[in-house]
């Protein structure tokens, strides 16, 4: 069989002032037609996987655009309209195909499209017709929208925070829509709205036994796929929030059932998996509490991969004022300082200014008297469960007194993998404190050799303070703005 397969994926905060250029995109890299053999390991990785797994299978591939933007604000009009128009224009060149399965994010916003994922593939389905098999993979942090549902006959979430089961889910939609292709299956989808906003760890419970519980379901009574999709809580759209679906084979009923089941089921667990973020002051006296170490503090409110700058200093600020050494943190994005230690080299003591360039969110820059330890002219870092790295650029390691290091990436992205650190040398074993700019896509690499996982409520661009996002799109009828809102749409 042909499949078509292609990649555009970036998250979106559209509170972000900063929009996502094609700067953005070619960061990481756009390529077309070619990723999984010029990018096997970095954005090809989506690509790589299913080249092996169809071909392996002895299927054809048909391999469009793979581009990937770290998460700012609303995608350039020209921007999105383009990359859109290589997917569609490589679709029409490779028709008829047997199949279509693309690797969305679920939560991209562009100037004038607040569902861009939903107009992709409301197109492909203009394009493919009817009785072509189409299946969208999405990040878990996606915007579940009806257009989206009635273009495609599969969508297929994330069910893992951190995502260390993408692959896993490629697999899976693979899987459905091979059977569909050959006529085994009639995949239907219902999906209920859970009206909440927030963050849900699938880390720790319940949450991990809720994960747990759909995919027991999975692959009985007709039940093909279920998904929770969280929704990204910065992403001002009519159709945003937690929504969980079910997809069975032809039983629009038992569909129906099963998602409003769940769903509720999910609904009625609020109160033990909100966010469990502190106070910053509370997080370091928690920390600092504890025999042994490292104990890793999350700066959530300044993750990159939520739309953050990730060059705020209120966590550094305190560090210093309140005399906490023994201490890592990063990695902030500050080209200005890079260079300056790139030119001064391994060894040289410089007078630094750190961060607090971008914004408000960002505090004010910090001034230190640092030592270069460490340069890296193209850095990376992993994330366990994904074969693929991720790129961080040009990256330096700097120490300043007390024995307080801090990691500065040319690349923004969040810290998922301890050789972030570890790559450039810098041994985390011997330090009390492991600050690390991510919400929650660490945990995984980081949770092993930490003595404790701490989140702090830090100020930034993406403060879990979730019952006060000022959002002007959306209805403001959810948890936890609203105690009950299943009562009040009734």
């Given at each position: ?75 350039v009009r020209a921007v ?194 909100g966010d469990n973020a ?105 994330l366990p469960g994904v ?104």
């Amino acid at each position: 069989m042909k499949f078509f397969v292609a990649q555009l994926a970036t998250e979106t905060n559209t509170f972000a002032a900063a929009p996502t250029g094609w700067g953005g995109f070619e960061e990481y890299g756009i390529y077309r037609g070619d990723a999984s053999v010029k990018a096997p390991a970095g954005t090809g990785v989506f690509m790589r996987f299913m080249r092996d797994l169809l071909e392996g299978d002895g299927h054809q591939m048909v391999e469009s655009l793979c581009a990937f933007a770290q998460p700012l604000g609303p995608t350039v009009r020209a921007v999105y309209e383009d990359l859109r128009e290589q997917i569609l224009a490589d679709l029409r060149a490779a028709m008829p195909v047997d199949a279509v399965q693309l690797f969305l994010h679920g939560a991209m916003v562009a100037q004038g499209y607040d569902d861009c994922e939903g107009d992709l593939m409301a197109r492909v389905r203009e394009i493919i017709g009817p009785d072509v098999p189409f299946g969208v993979e999405l990040d878990l942090h996606c915007h579940f929208t009806e257009l989206m549902r009635c273009s495609a006959d599969v969508i297929i979430a994330f069910k893992e925070y951190p995502h260390i089961d993408g692959e896993a889910r490629a697999r899976e939609l693979y899987g459905i829509l091979l059977r569909t292709a050959r006529g085994a299956l009639r995949p239907t989808t219902a999906v209920f709205d859970c009206k909440m906003v927030g963050l849900w760890h699938t880390t720790r419970e319940p949450m991990m036994g809720f994960v747990q519980r759909m995919q027991a379901l999975e692959g009985r009574d007709g039940v093909l796929s279920i998904s929770l999709g969280h929704g990204f809580p910065w992403g001002d759209v009519p159709e945003s929030g937690a929504k969980l679906w079910v997809v069975t084979d032809h039983d629009p009923a038992r569909a129906q059932a099963l998602a409003e089941q769940l769903g509720r089921e999910f609904w009625a667990l609020r109160a033990l998996t909100g966010d469990n973020a502190v106070p910053l002051e509370q997080a370091l006296d928690q920390a600092l509490q504890l025999q042994g170490g490292p104990v890793v503090i999350a700066d959530v409110a300044d993750n990159p991969g939520g739309g953050a700058p990730g060059d705020s200093t209120f966590v550094l600020r305190r560090l210093l004022e309140r005399g906490i050494g023994h201490a890592v943190i990063g990695a902030f994005w500050d080209l200005g300082a890079i260079q300056i230690c790139r030119n001064a080299g391994v060894g040289a003591a410089v007078a630094l200014r750190v961060g607090g360039k971008c914004g408000p969110s960002s505090g004010d820059p910090v001034d230190l008297q640092v030592t270069v330890r460490g340069i890296a002219e193209q850095h990376s870092q992993s994330l366990p469960g994904v074969s693929g790295r991720f790129p961080m650029g040009l990256s330096v390691w700097v120490e300043a007194a007390n024995d307080v290091h801090l990691l500065l990436a040319s690349v923004r992205d969040q810290v998922m993998g301890t050789d972030a650190f570890t790559g450039l040398g810098l041994s985390l074993d011997d330090k009390k404190l492991v600050v690390v700019k991510s919400t929650q896509h660490f945990h995984a690499d980081f949770a092993p050799i930490a003595k404790a996982v701490l989140y702090a409520a830090t100020p930034g661009a993406v403060m879990p303070s979730f019952a006060t996002i000022p959002f002007k799109a959306r209805d403001l009828n959810y948890w936890p703005r609203v105690a009950n809102p299943h009562a009040a749409a009734a």
